[in-house]
């Protein structure tokens, strides 16, 4: 079992930033892919970010040349830096991870974090 907290949300104003967290744990596990997800109030969960195990990383159009997802396996933690905020990245942020252990493949989701930005 693999449990998945993402933290570092709140409330920004428009052209600020924020670093979103979400770290892994559990025992005996690889995480092979880490994605980021939004859902707005209203709208439909919508996919944002992903960074393999090898580190290639892509972006939603929207949020292309915003924010940058990374990693730091060391700590089994994968950040998502936002900057510029836009009132229309108002969501809750949530990451994704595709995780192996020895043959068997599961697919986990944190609680996700409040991203308020305001205008």
């Known amino acids: 079992q693999v449990q998945l907290v993402e933290s570092g949300g709140g409330l920004v104003q428009f052209g600020g930033s924020l670093r979103l967290s979400c770290a892994a744990s559990g025992s005996g596990f690889r995480i092979n892919v880490v994605r980021w997800y939004r859902q707005g109030s209203e709208k439909q969960r919508e996919w944002v970010a992903t960074i393999t195990s090898g580190g290639a990383t892509t972006y939603a159009d929207s949020v292309k040349g915003r924010f940058t997802i990374s990693s730091d396996n060391a700590k089994n933690t994968v950040y998502l830096q936002m900057n510029t905020l836009k009132p229309e990245d108002t969501a809750v942020y949530y990451c994704?991870?595709?995780?192996?252990?020895?043959?068997?493949?599961?697919?986990?989701w944190g609680q996700g974090t409040q991203v308020t930005v305001s205008s």
């Open positions: 994704n991870a595709d995780s192996q252990n020895g043959r068997r493949y599961d697919q986990y």
